[in-house]
């Protein structure tokens, strides 16, 4: 009986307090939990991931942010092919296999092109930025927090769409009601069941932000798995 009473009171704590926190406190209190001394803004260092995918070997990442000079870089080894991206205060280049100058066959077979460069930045900006990274301008953050269950676990769902000139997909963040961590998100596009949704766990500090160590990516439409990257801040 005693058991059930805590339960009931802590349902009762968490549905009151999804009620009454809005969407920008809540992403308040998870930014002060991943980036507490507002470190993220002035971010530079190098992140080391390795990318696990089935049936695939893995595909090791050297990813090199700094925001202040407006300098990214990945470098990407996999099996005997390594490729390299790089956008520097808005000009982009690529190289295959150190070779900044590869044939028109190699540039198509691997996608090669300065969009793909600036692509890289985005994404890997926005994926290590998270949850800063919503504050950014053209993201709509929605008021009404919904608690939900996910995999068994309750979290505090926070909505984020965007205004037409910055995208299209709705984003979904979970974050623990306790401790404001991001641990889970998703995203969905236009078309039904489409998107993924993305399994967070342990955390790597680097330059004093807490990013999550292990991300594992899963379709949304029937829990098909992609594949997990893991970070760290060392080879």
Do not use: C
């Not at 008021?143 to 068994?152: L, M």
């Not at 999550?212 to 080879?235: C, E, F, H, V």
């Amino acid at each position: 009986m005693k058991k059930l009473t805590t339960l009931l009171l802590l349902f009762i704590s968490i549905t009151s307090f999804s009620q009454e926190i809005t969407g920008d406190e809540l992403l308040d209190k998870a930014i002060q939990f991943h980036d507490p001394n507002g470190n993220w803004t002035t971010f530079k260092g190098t992140l080391f991931v390795t990318m696990e995918i089935p049936d695939k070997s893995n595909r090791k990442s050297e990813i090199d942010i700094n925001l202040p000079q407006e300098y990214f870089s990945v470098k990407a080894i996999r099996d005997t092919i390594a490729t390299e991206y790089t956008v520097s205060k808005g000009i982009s280049s690529f190289s295959f296999n150190a070779d900044k100058n590869p044939s028109e066959e190699i540039k198509k077979n691997f996608n090669l092109n300065p969009e793909r460069a600036k692509m890289y930045k985005n994404y890997y900006t926005s994926l290590f930025g998270l949850p800063m990274k919503l504050k950014d301008e053209g993201t709509i953050i929605h008021q009404k927090v919904e608690k939900k269950t996910f995999k068994g676990k309750e979290y505090l769902v926070l909505k984020a769409t965007y205004s037409k000139e910055v995208g299209k997909d709705t984003w979904y963040f979970y974050f623990n009601p306790k401790t404001y961590a991001m641990e889970v998100y998703k995203f969905f596009k236009e078309k039904k069941d489409s998107g993924e949704y993305i399994l967070l766990s342990d955390l790597e500090i680097i330059n004093g932000v807490k990013m999550p160590k292990t991300r594992a990516w899963y379709y949304n439409k029937d829990n098909g798995y992609l594949g997990t990257d893991i970070l760290s801040s060392q080879k």
